[in-house]
Every structure is written in structure tokens, then in C-alpha cells.
């Protein structure tokens, strides 16, 4: 048995945000070095690097500093605990004393042990083009990123060491670089030399590369499993050209699905989404494990299409996944992504001081009175210097909350209060594959929980999911298949702003000055976003979603196969939401309800089962230097929907949230939906000398979602290419 073990492992960083101040106040009895850490941040606005190993002994400290400097502080706090810091660059990185012994670590903890360097670089092809999701990595370990949009990318890296970085994308040719003590880079990628003679997946089979005429785009699996990246349409973005990837409504929130299309809009309504097929049957890609992945065709252009009729106007992405090889010894496979997330494009607000002065200028500038007045200011400045302890006017302590935008005087980076600066995501997977000259098999189990960006409020998406491979050959002409994927997955989300979606948060961000107060005078919160996202109620959906292959494998006669299969789908899935009035204190001493307008619980199931059935049958030969083959199939798919909707008002007990634990009015309403397709296809090959090529394909389609005097259409296509490279003169050039 051979066993293959793959640790990636990452160092979590702890991050603190910006400002500008050395001064600080602080009077502290017994305070962790992590939470000292967090304050000095918020007075001084300097970042705080260090690992996680690095604070683990450390002990709590007593501080008592008026108006003190920042090194000061530092000084005498990190005195006796074996630390040292560096200051560089508004950045201060926090490590152990040189020349201290540690005890050993083992595999969970960070194998970075001096104080790390930040790498910065942008990655280019030969036209000086930027390139998208090209895997950085540290050579030797699992410590890497992928590039941004414009080809950017920033990278932890541990000093002292040979560091070599390893740029690889797909479709380029792979790089090493030496780092040295470079900490700017701009890395060129040259195009990869195609080997012509690969076999890549078309629509109901194979081709190969050289004799293509359509266009077609494939991508490797093993290019692929080594991004360390979420999902399928994160793993896919950048990976072909032409492959457009976007967020969909709820951007980047946990489990999304992302959207596709294939050379840009094609239609006026901006619907251009191509069909995605797993192994020849439509299903969520979000519940494929990235890891599985064989490889991925991208059929781009109505040659290549056209045999999959009016299911795929605007192009086809096939998607192979893993399966046992003949001969193979029994493998065993574990790969683990520890996945750290940054957010991008969400600015810091500036410290209250500035924003306040600067507030009075313009306002001044207009001819318009100040503002923030000079006892506001003093305020302000008092908190800043530490003699200033409430984050209100403490003569109108219970003022709106909407109020205290304009009345506070504290300073609070609200963006980056509500949305996390880093996430942490972990995808494991467990793969176990193998064969014999008769028997094949892989079997993969994985979990993938993924974590989203809110402050407050937390989202989350969890997956587990199983995907069997198994064959065959009961005789040499008959061979079985059997093949089942299933993916089990929750969501977890706040359940929304009244009427606004979470979705709008974001507009949101900026709509509260830095000076708005964090706690009301009885310690609940005071910004209206953060008491919505905490206490407005949940969103939560569970659901299973299960396919089952089962197909058979007829070769009579060298050349003529015939593929019959009958695949199975089907989805169920349970919603809750639980909608909670959310209460905030008045100017005039009431209560005013910011969040829904009486607390209820909605319940949604559903099921969707769907069934698809094809024979497919093929006959290929060469005669002399003539190549052709010819392939007709036939295909049917059926799909039946259902759902149960029901909602009732004014829960008894929040914290046990049904419709029978409700007393208000009521809502019951259920939905039923089903269509179905036929189609007849063909497709014809030919090449002489594999000079000269012709494909010609058609297919007569039918869909139950059309009027029966116009079900069916019919989709002809046909292409012609010719290989220069293969002419004799060719040869010399």
C-alpha cells in the first residue's frame, strides 16, 4: 500500500489597523499582552505582527502609562517575557529573543520561527498583461497565495532563510525564483508548448487536441488541485481565457454561487450562463470538491456546442472528475487547504480628530458654522490623550443612536468593525483509488467549511460530501459503471435589515462618522448595523443533494462502442428564518424597533428530483491516411420541483422558533414546477493525413417549456481547420 500524506499548513497572523500617534494612556491591572496589543492599536493606529507561538507564555502585565510613549510601553511590558520587538514602518513585529531554546512543535503549530517579511509582486505574461489566480507558493512548503485581478500579489515569507518562490498557472510554463532579498518582484510567464497529441473531452466523448476545429479550452486537474482555493468557480478564474467568473448577488458570502460566462454577455436580458456538466450530468458545482477534479473542457463557440442544442446557447463547461486506473496499487491520499482570506477595497476611516477638523473646514468653507464645536473637540482630544473616558457627551447619555453620529467623541474604524481585515477557511479531503485489469475504484470524502467576512453577525457555509467511482470489465466487450456524488451542506447567515437584504450591508459602511459611539450608556451596542446583524434573527438551510450513475459499456467490435446510462438526481433542502424586532434607545428615553416589525418564523422545504437518460453510440476507423467517426445519440431528461412555504408571527419564545411556538397571523402557500427534453444528435469526423479536418454536428431538440406548435428546433453546425504544420515545407520553417 502506498500511502500519500499532503500538509498545507499556514501561519495565522494577528493584524491591527493604522493611525499615527505614539502617544498613548492606558491604566491596566492585569491585561494579556494580546489585548494591550488591540488598544495600543486603537490609540496609536500601528500594525502588530507577530505568530501565534510567539504570545503563547506570555504573561499578563500591568500597565499604568499617562500620555506615554508607544516604546515606553513596550519596554516595560515585554520585559522578563522574553520578547523583543522592532519598529519599522508604522509596524511593530513582536518576537522571541534571539538565542531562547524552545521546546519542540509539532506538525499543527507554524513552522515560521523568525520574524517574518512581506513580499510584494505583480505577475505578467510576455505582453506585459496581467495575470489572474497564479499560485505563489513557498518552494518546498504549502505557504503561497494566488494573484488579484491585476496579476498582484503580497506574500509572508520568513527571514533569514533561502526562500525560492514557485509561480505556476495554467497554460504557462511553471517558475522558480530565487527571493534573495528582494521584497518588489515582477515575475513574467511564458505560454506553455501544447502537446498536440492530448486527449481532451468534447461533448459525448473524446478528441484529441490536434484535431480540433472548434473551440475548445482543457484544463488539468493536477493544475488545479494544488490552488489553495474554496471551490470549483474560485479554482476555474483566471484558469482559461476567455472563462469570465463573477460574484453573484451576494458577492463573496459563504457558499455563494459564483457566475459564469463564456466570452461576455450574450443575451439582452444578460443571462449567459454557460451548461455546466459533472461527467456528462448538469449538478452544482459548489458540491464538487475541487480536489476530485480530472479535468475541465470549456467549449466556447457554436462548433464545439451545438451537439448539446438549445440547452447550451451560450457554450459548455465539462467537468471530468477522478477514477481508479488500471494496475494501480491501492493509493491513499490526504490533502488538507488551510485557507487565510483578506479582504480588498474596503478603505479605514480616518481617526475622529481628523475627521472632525477636516468636517469643520468644509463646513467652514461654505460659509456654514462648525460642525463639531470647540467643547466637542476638546472632547475628542481628551479621548486621544486617555483623560477622557466615555465615548458620549455625558450630559445627553441617552441621545438617538442616530444622534451619536454627530454628539460622540470616540474613534472607531467602522468598516473594519463590521467586516473582518482575515478569514479562515479549511478544506480536507481523504481519497482512496486503485484497480485491477478488470476492476476499478475512487472514493473521495471530503469537508470544506468556509467562513465569511462579518465582524459581527457571523456567516458560514459547511460541506461534506462523498463521491464513489467504480467499474467493471465483466466481459471484454461489456463493461459497468457505477457512480454516486453527494454533498450534505449548511448555511448560516443573518437574516437581513428590514426590508434592505444583507446584501446592501455594504452601501452601509460609511454612513457612521469614526466619532459615533460603540456603547450606549447601559453597555448594549450603539451602531443600528452591528444591533441588526446581531440581533435581527438567522438564516439558516440545510440540504442534501445526491446523484447516482449508473451506465453500461458495449464494445462488440474494436471501434464500435456503446454507451447507455440512467443518472438520478435528487435535492432536498430545509430553510428556517427567524425574524427578530430589533430595540434601540430614543433621544427621548424610549425604545424605537430598528429590525423587522414582529418577530415570526418562516419555513420553506424543498425537492427537486431529476432524471436523465442517454444511449450514445460510436464507430471509429482509419482507412489509408483517412480518419473518421461517426457518433449518434439519443437523450432524455425530466425534472420535477416542489416546495412548502409557511410563516408565522409573533414567536412565544425566540429561542425555540417554530410555527407551532407562534401566536400571530399565519402564511401557508406551496409551489410545483416540471419540464422535460428530448434530443436526437450526431456528430461526424474526418481528417486526411490530419492536414485537413471537417467536423460536422446537428441536433433535434425538445423542451416541454415551449408551445407544443414550437418545442422543437433544430441545431446544425459545422467547422473546417487545417494543419500547416503538418505540410513537409512545413518542416524547415
Known amino acids: 500500500m502506498r500511502l500519500t500524506v499532503l500538509l498545507l499548513l499556514t501561519t495565522v497572523l494577528h493584524v491591527a489597523a493604522k493611525g499615527y500617534s505614539q502617544k498613548v494612556t492606558i491604566r491596566e491591572d492585569n491585561i494579556s499582552l494580546e489585548q494591550l496589543f488591540e488598544k495600543l492599536k486603537v490609540q496609536t493606529g500601528y500594525k502588530f505582527f507577530y505568530a501565534d507561538e510567539v504570545l503563547a507564555r506570555a504573561s499578563p502585565v500591568k500597565v499604568n502609562v499617562v500620555n506615554g510613549d508607544l516604546k515606553e ?9 522574553r520578547l523583543e520587538y522592532t519598529i519599522s514602518e508604522r509596524t511593530v513585529i513582536v518576537r522571541k529573543q534571539r538565542g531562547v531554546r524552545e521546546r519542540e512543535t509539532n506538525i499543527h ?24 489566480n497564479v499560485s505563489v507558493v513557498i518552494s518546498g512548503s504549502a505557504v503561497g497565495v494566488v494573484t488579484s485581478a491585476d496579476g498582484s500579489f503580497s506574500l509572508t515569507v520568513p527571514e533569514g532563510k533561502t526562500v525560492v518562490l514557485e509561480v505556476s498557472s495554467v497554460g504557462y510554463q511553471t517558475r522558480r525564483i530565487n527571493l534573495g532579498k528582494q521584497t518588489n518582484l515582477t515575475i513574467t510567464l511564458e505560454t506553455a508548448t501544447t502537446d498536440l497529441s492530448d486527449i481532451v ?3 459525448y466523448g473524446t478528441q484529441k487536441k490536434a484535431n480540433l476545429t472548434g473551440a475548445v479550452a482543457s484544463i488539468s486537474g493536477d493544475a488545479l488541485e494544488n490552488k489553495p482555493l474554496p471551490n470549483v468557480g474560485e479554482v476555474l478564474r483566471g484558469a482559461s481565457p476567455n472563462l469570465n467568473i463573477t460574484l453573484g448577488a451576494y458577492g463573496a458570502e459563504p457558499g455563494s454561487t459564483l457566475g459564469f460566462n463564456i466570452r461576455g ?36 463557440d457554436a462548433s464545439s456546442s451545438a451537439i448539446y442544442g438549445s440547452r447550451a446557447p451560450f457554450g459548455v ?5 477522478k477514477k481508479g486506473k488500471k494496475g494501480d496499487r491501492v493509493s491513499i491520499q490526504y490533502n488538507n487547504n488551510l485557507i487565510l482570506g ?12 481628523i475627521f472632525a477638523t477636516v468636517y469643520n473646514q468644509a463646513a467652514m468653507n461654505a460659509g456654514s458654522p462648525p460642525q463639531y464645536p470647540d467643547e466637542q473637540m476638546e472632547r475628542i482630544k481628551g479621548w486621544f490623550a486617555g483623560t477622557y473616558k466615555t465615548e458620549y457627551d455625558p450630559d445627553r447619555p441617552t441621545a438617538s443612536v442616530f444622534e451619536g453620529r454627530r454628539i460622540g467623541n470616540a474613534s472607531y474604524d467602522w468598516p473594519h468593525i463590521l467586516f473582518k481585515d482575515y478569514k479562515f477557511d479549511q478544506r480536507h479531503n481523504i481519497a482512496v483509488s486503485g484497480g485491477t485489469s478488470r476492476s476499478q475504484y475512487y472514493i473521495s470524502l471530503g469537508y470544506f467549511d468556509q467562513d465569511g467576512f462579518y465582524g459581527v453577525g457571523y456567516d458560514e457555509y459547511k460541506r461534506y460530501d462523498l463521491l464513489t467511482n467504480l ?20 448555511t448560516d447567515y443573518p437574516i437581513g435589515i428590514t426590508t434592505v437584504e444583507r446584501r446592501y450591508i455594504g452601501n452601509s459602511l460609511f454612513s457612521f462618522g469614526p466619532i459615533q459611539p460603540r456603547y450606549n450608556i447601559n453597555g448594549s451596542e450603539a451602531n443600528p448595523l452591528i444591533r441588526y446583524l446581531e440581533g435581527s434573527g438567522r438564516d439558516k438551510t440545510s440540504a442534501n443533494d445526491l446523484l447516482a450513475s449508473l451506465g453500461v459499456e458495449i464494445e462488440p467490435v474494436r471501434g464500435w462502442k456503446t454507451n447507455i446510462s440512467y443518472n438520478y438526481n435528487i435535492t432536498e433542502a430545509n430553510q428556517g428564518k427567524v425574524s427578530i424586532p430589533v430595540w434601540v434607545e430614543l433621544g427621548n428615553g424610549k425604545l424605537g424597533n430598528i429590525g423587522k416589525p414582529n418577530s415570526a418564523f418562516e419555513a420553506t422545504l424543498s425537492r427537486s428530483a431529476y432524471s436523465l437518460a442517454n444511449l450514445v453510440t460510436s464507430y471509429e476507423r482509419s482507412l489509408g491516411e483517412h480518419y473518421f467517426k461517426v457518433l449518434l445519440g439519443y437523450e432524455q431528461e425530466e425534472k420535477a420541483f416542489t416546495s412548502l412555504y ?17 401566536l400571530g397571523a399565519s402564511t401557508l402557500s406551496d409551489a410545483r414546477s416540471d419540464w422535460a427534453t428530448q434530443g436526437i444528435f450526431g456528430r461526424l469526423n474526418y481528417n486526411y493525413k490530419e492536414k485537413y479536418l471537417l467536423e460536422v454536428s446537428a441536433r433535434y431538440n425538445g423542451s416541454s417549456r415551449f408551445d407544443p406548435d414550437s418545442r422543437w428546433g433544430f441545431f446544425p453546425s459545422a467547422s473546417v481547420g487545417y494543419q500547416i504544420s503538418n505540410e513537409d515545407f512545413w518542416q524547415s520553417v
Open 73 to 81: 510601553v513596550l519596554d516595560s511590558t515585554l520585559k522578563g517575557q
Open 109 to 132: 503549530q507554524s513552522p515560521i520561527t523568525e520574524p517574518p517579511a512581506e513580499v510584494h509582486g505583480k505577475v505578467v505574461d510576455a505582453l506585459g498583461q496581467p495575470l489572474q
Open 201 to 203: 473531452v468534447v461533448g
Open 265 to 300: 454577455t450574450g443575451s439582452i436580458s444578460g443571462n449567459s450562463a454557460p451548461l455546466i456538466l459533472v461527467d456528462g450530468v448538469e449538478m452544482d458545482i459548489n458540491n464538487l470538491d475541487p480536489g476530485t477534479i480530472e479535468s475541465i473542457s470549456v467549449l466556447k
Open 317 to 321: 463547461i465539462l467537468i471530468t472528475t
Open 342 to 353: 483578506k479582504s480588498i477595497g474596503i478603505p479605514h476611516m480616518e481617526n475622529s480628530l
Open 471 to 490: 467499474s467493471t470489465q465483466a466481459t471484454p466487450w461489456l463493461k459497468f459503471n457505477l457512480s454516486t456524488k453527494y454533498a450534505n451542506t449548511h
Open 646 to 662: 409557511g410563516r408565522k408571527e409573533s414567536l412565544i419564545s425566540e429561542s425555540v422558533p417554530a410555527i407551532n411556538t407562534a
